[in-house]
């Protein structure tokens, strides 16, 4: 069992080297931070979807910037879209679930807000159904993906893709990569 557990570690060590390594990757990340502070800085929300594991990143990542990451400092507008379950039964049972979110888009998104759409895969249909949303408003999509993106991948201005096919490995990125970009936004706007 431990060589199971040191096998695991490394697996995850290794994508992280290789996330380190992907320059424009790194490029990306930074890009989206700058589109961040803009979008804040104009009074902008930061919205975000995901499935699952996906979901409760979305959640986490809102929370850090709505609330706070590192320091004290007035709240940013920052939501994940399925934080009110009463709405989300209501619209997968009357609309169908491919309708969730993008719903909610066009009832919250604004011209010049961002959605993060995460998926690992990058082909969740109701994330895809939000991201053409988004993007129709227009707002700016910022795609959280495993290797290649997907479909989601093909509709976001910016792909922030981790360099696996494992789904636990993509998640534990696509979380590192949102405590970066709340870092990043944090220090940019406040620091």
């Not at 109701?126 to 997907?150: E, F, K």
């Not at 976001?156 to 096919?165: E, K």
């Amino acid at each position: 069992m431990r060589a199971t557990i040191a096998a695991i570690i490394q697996e995850s060590i290794a994508v992280k080297q290789a996330l380190a390594a992907d320059e424009p990757l790194l490029a990306e990340i930074e890009a989206v931070a700058k589109v961040c502070i803009e979008t804040c800085r104009r009074g902008g929300k930061l919205l975000f979807c995901g499935n699952g594991g996906s979901a409760a990143d979305a959640q986490h990542i809102a929370a850090e910037l709505s609330g706070r990451f590192k320091f004290d400092r007035p709240p940013l507008y920052a939501e994940a879209l399925h934080v009110n379950t009463s709405y989300l039964t209501a619209v997968a049972n009357d609309y169908g679930y491919d309708e969730t979110f993008a719903r909610m888009v066009r009832a919250a998104g604004r011209s010049g807000d961002i959605l993060f759409a995460i998926s690992t895969s990058g082909n969740s249909a109701n994330i895809l159904r939000a991201a053409q949303d988004a993007l129709s408003i227009p707002m700016t999509v910022v795609a959280l993906t495993g290797a290649g993106g997907g479909q989601l991948g093909g509709l976001a201005q910016h792909r922030l893709a981790v360099p696996s096919t494992d789904t636990a490995r993509i998640q534990e990125c696509h979380i590192l990569m949102g405590h970066i970009l709340c870092g990043l936004i944090e220090d940019g706007l406040f620091g």
